[in-house]
Nanobody, 127 residues
């Protein structure tokens, strides 16, 4: 199964942007519809950090404090797609954003819990 992140771009401070992560293919008959998924980001010269996660059915979400109230994570299981709606973007949100799928139905900020990763999409926020 492959994860494909898209939707990044160059925006101004205060703007909104929505990222998508599409899962394609199957491994042993599985997609990621029963797995928790998450978004991480990596700014230049920094480690990859947790942004948000969503449970297998979308009922449970978790956000890093830095994006709480500004970002919204969601998923459409029928479409095998996860989203990250970002609003009130700040220059410090500039990073490559990665989507990932966890081994379990619910997952949090622990990067090691995520076993499948997309290639990343660049978000640049200018001041």
């Amino acid at each position: 199964v492959q994860l494909q992140a898209s939707g990044g771009g160059l925006v101004q401070s205060g703007d909104s942007l929505t990222l998508s992560c599409a899962a394609s293919g199957r491994t042993f008959g599985r997609t990621f519809s029963n797995n928790a998924m998450g978004w991480f980001r990596q700014a230049p010269g920094k480690e990859r950090e947790f942004v948000a996660s969503v449970s297998w059915n979308g009922a449970s979400t978790l956000y890093d404090d830095s994006v709480e109230g500004r970002f919204t994570i969601s998923r459409d299981r029928a479409k095998n797609t996860m989203y990250l709606q970002m609003s009130s973007l700040k220059p410090e949100d500039t990073a490559v954003y990665f989507c990932a799928a966890a081994r379990t139905a619910v997952s949090g900020r622990d990067r090691t819990a995520y076993t499948s990763w997309g290639q990343g999409t660049l978000v640049t926020v200018s001041s």
